[in-house]
């Protein structure tokens, strides 16, 4: 990932792998060679390596995971809210069991919007507490913050689905949740990727504004419309009773598509949202 | 023949703005490698600004900075990882302790997980290394941050009141790490004159973003510091 060029328009950096042939690189200290403007090194010079861009990512989903096991701000909260509309549709809707396209949008609309909660809270203790300033002030390829925010979310949403899943399968799916496994998790896994490029943009967009808790969900659901429709109708056929078909081979393409759209779209302009 | 040493700093009619508000205009100065720039002003003059820019966390305006030989913001990129930051703001995870903060910044700078045992001793809070940041005093907390600023060995350390929240004894421990005996480049925001001037080789004033005075401390009258603050 390292060597992949900055977006047109960045200022050009170096690839950090790069930066460690540079003479004013600052990466290996130790074997620089000694120049004039080297008299007044600092006390300790300490060989550094240059940081790769998966063991920075690495390093910045382990905070996010350890910050949110100590917390248990953003899983617990989206899980519950998905288990309390579930109850709310079973009441609402005063049925017992729902299938096909009805069961597939509660299915989607339900995680859609638990989703939006985690997506809000992705960034909130890096801008309150300095995250973000620490982050930018180390030698790294930016990038890995948006790739370890999305993985973070990702293992977020599939937590999130270990539970909400189910329990739609005990409140209001009619036919078993049993036979729709097999496909299920692979249309869910599809859905959760769009939803973490796009929220983990979003989140980072918003975060910095002050009306952040109204500008995330109105950003986000929008742009999430099309992976729920996708999603959806994806996995309608999954969740009718007696169902024979798999997943549409074309609604899978369009989720897939879409994800990769704004994956590399996030990518390229992520960059830009961290600068002043 | 050799080359003259490229200063530390290097700032031309330095200015920037936050919306319409000027809130550093026109800095102008050098700093040698190895030097103290001790940055007075009253509250709003524009020193955490000032420091925010070097920092590369805040594009300039208008005018050059070269930091570490560096121009800012084209090649902030060979500057990040050479600048330590203490600012007002600890930049760590309240959540969080105090070691797994600095491993995790530890992490991202590419330093040995040791370098971070050796600062928690030597900031005085070994002892308290495991509980979350946010159950220590607001003065343990400053201590870790200056573990934090000094992790990777910078060259250039920004202190933005480096001794806010801290007892004598802190401000003594810290002193190795950030205060004249480490021989670093150094840009130093004070409100304490009186303290921070014996180890300052320039001396910055600003008032409103301008800057209203630049010279060595021995040129400088009490008078000249006083009026910066009416």
């Not at chain 1, 609309?109 to 930018?136: P, S, Y």
């Amino acid at each position: 990932m390292s060597t992949v060029e900055p977006p047109a328009g960045a200022t050009t950096e170096p690839p950090i792998a790069a930066r460690a042939t540079l003479p004013d690189a600052p990466l290996t200290p130790s074997d620089a060679p000694a120049t004039p403007s080297d008299t007044a090194p600092p006390p300790r010079a300490r060989a550094r390596a240059a940081v790769g861009f998966w063991r920075t990512v690495a390093a910045i989903m382990r905070k996010e995971l350890l910050v949110e096991l100590r917390t248990l701000e953003s899983v617990p909260g989206m899980s519950l809210f998905a288990v309390t509309v579930f109850v709310v549709f079973h009441f609402a809707l005063n049925k017992n069991a729902v299938s096909g396209d009805e069961a597939a949008g509660i299915l989607w609309v339900t995680l859609l919007l638990a989703a939006v909660l985690g997506i809000n809270r992705l960034f909130v203790a890096d801008a309150e507490e300095g995250g973000f300033d620490g982050f930018l002030l180390a030698p790294v390829d930016r990038t890995a913050l948006l790739v370890a925010k999305a993985l973070a979310l990702l293992i977020y949403l599939i937590v999130l689905e270990l539970v909400a899943v189910p329990a739609f399968g005990l409140l209001l799916l009619e036919p078993s949740l049993g036979h729709a496994l097999p496909d299920l998790p692979g249309v869910l896994l599809l859905g959760d990727l769009g939803v973490a490029a796009i929220g983990t943009l979003v989140a980072a967009l918003a975060v910095r504004t002050r009306a952040r808790d109204l500008l995330g969900p109105l950003l986000a659901l929008p742009l999430l419309v099309p992976i729920v429709i996708g999603a959806a109708r994806a996995s309608a056929p999954l969740l009718t009773l007696g169902h024979t078909q798999g997943p549409p081979l074309r609604w899978l393409a369009t989720l897939a598509v879409y994800d990769l759209i704004f994956g590399l779209i996030a990518y390229a302009v992520f960059d830009f949202l961290l600068d002043d | 023949m050799s080359a003259a040493p490229t200063p530390a700093l290097q700032l031309e009619d330095l200015t920037r703005h936050y919306g319409e508000r000027t809130a550093l205009g026109d800095v102008s100065l050098t700093l040698a490698r190895g030097q103290t720039l001790v940055v007075l002003g009253p509250n709003g003059a524009g020193k955490t600004t000032l420091l925010r820019v070097l920092a590369t966390l805040l594009r300039p305006h208008a005018g050059s900075a070269q930091v570490l030989g560096n121009s800012l913001p084209d090649a902030a990129w060979a500057v990040r990882g050479r600048i330590g930051l203490l600012g007002h703001e600890p930049l760590l995870y309240r959540e969080l302790s105090a070691r797994e903060n600095l491993r995790y910044h530890a992490r991202l700078h590419g330093v040995a997980e040791e370098r971070v045992e050796e600062l928690l001793d030597a900031v005085g809070i070994a002892g308290r290394t495991r509980e979350p940041l946010r159950t220590l005093s607001r003065g343990m907390t400053q201590r870790v941050a200056v573990a934090r600023a000094v992790l990777h060995d910078p060259e250039l350390l920004l202190l933005d009141e480096p001794r806010a929240n801290l007892d004598p004894a802190g401000a003594a421990l810290l002193e190795p790490l950030i205060g004249a005996p480490c021989a670093r480049t150094r840009v130093l925001c004070s409100h304490d004159p009186a303290a921070d001037l014996a180890g300052a080789d320039l001396v910055l004033g600003l008032r409103a973003g301008r800057q209203v005075l630049l010279a060595p401390p021995s040129a400088l009258a009490d008078s000249e510091i006083g009026a910066l603050y009416r």
